[in-house]
């Protein structure tokens, strides 16, 4: 069943992705699809699979892929400037190690409007350009920046603008769907009901090596807010019934660059447990 005036949003986090993973992969074998989709860092890469069919392949990137330090390395970081390293990750999973399918995802993307969020280095503000097909140079490079974390990759250049980490500019990025026409949305949060992001432990590392870019710095210095703010609306349009929210419904420690396989499972499996559970309430709330 496809919900056309529906968006599904999804956080980024690193690998705690892995939850999304979870429940986008009970969505996909219900077969629920959705009129837009939009994704933030690892909140677009997973909706990648989602929209090309392939259940469980995000499991296996997370668990089974990410073991290789060609994957994500310090070492990757030192040679190449990527911690999680461009030509593994973005060319021989998709091409060769687990292929994707790009056919399929190219239809899907011609009948759901798929935006990735972006950060501008240079303005700090956010960009939510739409992807048509993963073998595109500048759409696979618009899915890569919205993964590249700051001081853990290169600045990726798209026709001589510069753009990292979508979720220094907008970590949930629901509101663009909305201004697109989309009435509601289905969101998916990674953080357990109760978090509050704080102050980015790691400014004064970015203020030194973004020196040249203060605007870029100033919207690392305000993400919390921002995020917090994001929160609090979410929260009202809940209430509202515009919005329909997965997150975590139990806390399970876990960091952006996570190297423990088992947690990175148990988050996965958490999240096809909460998206079981809360099926026929999203039901209600889609047929609604």
Do not use: W
Not at 205 to 234: C, G, S, W
């Amino acid at each position: 069943m496809k919900y056309k005036n529906t968006a599904i949003v999804v956080e980024g986090g690193g690998l705690r992705g892995s939850y999304a993973g979870g429940v986008l992969d009970i969505l996909a074998d219900k077969e629920i699809k959705f009129g837009g989709a939009c994704g933030t860092s690892a909140g677009a890469t997973h909706l990648c699979s989602f929209l090309s069919g392939q259940i469980g392949r995000n499991f296996r990137v997370d668990t089974v892929h990410s073991k290789s330090p060609r994957y994500m390395s310090f070492r990757n970081l030192l040679f190449t400037g990527d911690y999680f390293a461009f030509d593994y990750c973005y060319k021989q999973i998709p091409y060769k190690i687990d292929p994707f399918e790009f056919d399929k995802f190219a239809a899907q993307c011609q009948e759901t409007e798929f935006r990735v969020c972006m950060t501008d280095v240079e303005t700090g503000l956010a960009e939510y350009p739409r992807i048509l097909d993963y073998r595109n140079e500048d759409d696979m490079n618009r899915i890569r920046a919205s993964a590249s974390l700051p001081i853990l990759s290169k600045v990726v250049e798209i026709h001589g603008k510069k753009f990292l980490d979508g979720g220094v500019a907008d970590s949930i990025p629901f509101e663009p769907m909305f201004k697109s026409g989309f009435e509601r949305a289905v969101v998916i949060l990674t953080r357990p009901l109760g978090y509050r992001k704080k102050v980015n432990k790691a400014l004064p590392l970015v203020k030194l090596a973004f020196r040249h870019y203060p605007k870029f710095v100033e919207a690392v210095a305000t993400r919390h807010i921002r995020y917090n703010q994001a929160l609090d609306r979410l929260a009202k349009l809940e209430s509202e019934g515009k919005v329909f929210i997965y997150r975590p419904s139990r806390l399970i420690k876990i960091s952006d660059i996570e190297s423990n396989k088992k947690k990175i499972a148990q988050l996965y499996e958490l999240g096809k447990e909460d998206a079981h559970n809360k099926m026929p309430n999203l039901l209600k709330f889609l047929e609604g």
